[in-house]
């Protein structure tokens, strides 16, 4: 199952016009996203409020993601203060897999923004977070926290930011968007054997893992005849059948 790198902003110092900041925003943005990852299948690290870009990169490279995803909200230069509006989503132009996410991700956004035309996929080589990460990386410029109307559209729908970037990472990894759902206990019941935890809803799919006859087992969500569970480190799919949920 795939796994991201989760940065949310750590700047602290970029104030919102009505009051917060970037950092409180962003974690808040990353927090509305935890379950819709985990009912989905995505796992993920993330990056805590103390660290830095640069702490967060290299923890990111001490790791093996798919995908490296920075969240950031955006200001003007002075002399535009307040004036620009829309997000913008960075990648690296040499990085396929980054400018594959990038664009799946603006594409997506464009359904929620107000003003679609102003949602772009940009090509840089000059932010960190996408030019010295190992994984293939985005990041996210969410709005203009100087704008007033950017600002109250991030403030107002987080959780419908949370679900579409979500959407979009569902999207990239070629597997099934599932609503978040409160996690749940269960049990294995097989016939002796053991349960056989699979990379996508699918017999046809790979095992990952296995899960012997009578383990506690976490349920994360449903797709159909699927859940998505947690087995020890592992995050995967496995057949309803064979999971008593209590």
Do not use: C
């Amino acid at each position: 199952m795939p796994t991201i790198y989760l940065s949310p902003s750590t700047q602290e110092y970029n104030y919102f016009l009505s009051g917060g900041t970037e950092e409180q925003y962003m974690n808040l943005l990353a927090d509305y996203m935890e379950p819709y990852l985990l009912s989905s299948g995505i796992g993920f690290v993330r990056n805590t409020p103390d660290m830095t870009a640069a702490s967060s990169i290299r923890q990111s490279n001490a790791g093996n993601f798919d995908l490296h995803l920075a969240l950031h909200s955006n200001a003007a230069p002075e002399y535009l203060a307040g004036q620009l509006q829309g997000p913008d989503v960075y990648y690296y132009p040499r990085s396929i897999r980054g400018r594959e996410a990038a664009e799946t991700i603006a594409a997506n956004l464009k359904y929620i923004y107000p003003n679609p035309d102003l949602v772009n996929a940009v090509p840089t080589t000059s932010i960190g977070e996408v030019t010295r990460t190992n994984a293939p990386a985005v990041l996210i410029e969410v709005a203009y926290h100087d704008n007033a109307e950017d600002e109250a559209w991030i403030k107002n729908n987080l959780e419908a930011i949370a679900v579409n970037i979500v959407q979009s990472l569902t999207q990239f990894f070629g597997i099934p968007f599932i609503p978040a759902q409160s996690p749940m206990g269960g049990t294995v019941r097989t016939e002796g054997g053991a349960l056989n935890i699979r990379s996508y809803p699918s017999f046809d799919s790979y095992v990952i893992a296995t899960a012997p006859n009578g383990a506690a087992i976490t349920v994360l969500g449903q797709y159909q005849d699927w859940y998505t569970v947690m087995y020890g480190d592992a995050i995967g799919y496995a057949n309803v059948q064979y999971i008593e949920v209590y």
